[in-house]
């Protein structure tokens, strides 16, 4: 991967993009991840001795792109994942959809299980973990018959947005595994994120717009907004 790209850093968070088809964390793959990367970047850059503490507080799914904060000490740790369990943490995304045919604006509720194969699908209340997103058109490409949507999330269950919007009738353009095998890469980036300071107290909003991915091109909207 190229350079890390550093939208934010002091002495208790990191926040940076995270490149499509990068790892958050490691796995069994042995593949590059953001976690491995951020924390080199730190000992280099602060020429630290032994082990670096860098807190994951949250995850983006493989294929996804998009702004990522890291905990650089325990305390900021344990304040971000609360903000996160209390719904303080506010994620929103940019999405390609199939299909124009959807409401200019709106909501989905639903049940998700995630099951063994590392899917995840919407079955009935008993079964399933309520999720919910909001989501509002920003605009349509008949020619395509694509949509491009602003994506807010409730909650952050796994695979949620692919799901819900595939199970809804608008699956993710480049979505292999929910999606209609369009054999591209899935066009789902987390173009903001906004929390509370650790220790501040203030309310830190970070953007980064989508990029690489030539489908998001076809909107206007992303190419005024390309930086």
Known sequence: MNKLEILYEDNHVI????????LSQGDITGDIDML?????YIKEKYDKKGNVYLGLVHRLDRPVSGVMVFAKN????????????NHDFKKKYLAVVHGIDLSDSGEYIDYLVKEDNYSSKVVNQEKG??????????????????ALVDIELETGRHHQIRVQFAHHGHPLYGDQRYGNRDLQQIALHAYSISFVHPTTKKI????????GNKIWHEFKYCQANDK
Do not use: D
Request: positive net charge; proline residues 4%; hydrophobic residues 35%.
């Open 36 to 40: 491995s990367i951020v924390k080199n």
């Open 74 to 85: 325990s305390k900021a740790a344990s304040r971000l994942s609360n903000q996160i369990r």
């Open 15 to 22: 926040v940076v993009v995270k490149p499509a088809n990068v």
């Open 204 to 211: 830190l909003t970070f953007t980064k717009m989508p990029s």
């Open 129 to 146: 973990k309520y999720c919910k997103l909001s989501y509002k058109v920003i605009e349509r490409n008949k020619k395509l018959n694509l």
